[in-house]
T-cell receptor, first 111, second 113 residues
Framework: GESVGLHLPTLSVQEGDNSIINCAYS??????FIWYKQESGKGPQFIID?????DKRQGQRVTVLLNKTVKHLSLQIAATQPGDSAVYFC??????????FGKGTMLLVSP | DSGVTQTPKHLITATGQRVTLRCSPR?????VYWYQQSLDQGLQFLIQ???????AKGNILERFSAQQFPDLHSELNLSSLELGDSALYFC????????????FGSGTQLSVL
């Protein structure tokens, strides 16, 4: 079936580095994608979203890139901070009401 | 703080028992979603209610049921509990009935012993 998956389960970076978290999707008809951040002991928190008519969207220190040709999106975090340590999920709507989440990538930021 | 409140935070019970998880959505949100998060399955959509009515169903077991009350809070009932039901259960809410920009609560950690 259709699925959203992640390439790397764990990403370790130094504070101040830029981080890139990748996500592959399989449904070429998908037109909307969302990134969530989940800190330990908390629920997923919305970070940024992008629609398929865009290639790039920027937020505060975060940028999402969408490559529809290869069905790939990435989340870039600039100047990564220890507070960015969390699990990051990409999510894709399935139907009108359901969100399918990828398995997640753990980002570990060392001071 | 997302504005979504879930109680209790932790729940420990035995196999065969029944528990109720409670969720209060953000003020103004009409949709409530329930998700289950486990190490092997990740985040799995269970069910959605919109303004009191069931709107979508995911991988929810027949032993599980939910409802949304007139004041828009929701309860997830889990019965005949099994060891494999141990997981984090999240409630999320959104303004409308689509699946964009969900706001998640902090979850209820259920441990079935």
């Amino acid at each position: 079936g259709e699925s959203v998956g992640l390439h790397l389960p764990t990403l370790s970076v130094q504070e101040g580095d830029n981080s890139i978290i990748n996500c592959a999707y399989s449904n070429s008809a998908s037109d909307y994608f969302i990134w969530y951040k989940q800190e330990s002991g908390k629920g997923p928190q919305f970070i940024i979203d992008i629609r398929s008519n865009m290639d790039k969207r920027q937020g505060q220190r975060v940028t999402v890139l969408l490559n529809k040709t290869v069905k790939h999106l990435s989340l870039q975090i600039a100047a990564t901070q220890p507070g960015d340590s969390a699990v990051y999920f990409c999510a894709e709507p399935v139907g009108y009401s359901t969100l399918t989440f990828g398995k997640g990538t753990m980002l570990l930021v060392s001071p | 703080d997302s504005g979504v409140t879930q109680t209790p935070k932790h729940l420990i019970t035995a196999t065969g028992q029944r528990v109720t998880l409670r969720c209060s959505p953000r003020s103004g949100d009409l949709s409530v979603y329930w998700y289950q998060q486990s190490l092997d399955q990740g985040l799995q959509f269970l069910i959605q209610y919109y303004n009191g009515e069931e709107r979508a169903k995911g991988n929810i077991l027949e032993r599980f049921s939910a409802q949304q009350f007139p004041d828009l809070h929701s309860e997830l009932n889990l019965s005949s509990l099994e060891l494999g039901d141990s997981a984090l259960y999240f409630c999320a809410s959104s303004v409308g009935d689509s699946n964009e920009k969900l706001f998640f609560g902090s979850g209820t950690q259920l441990s079935v012993l």
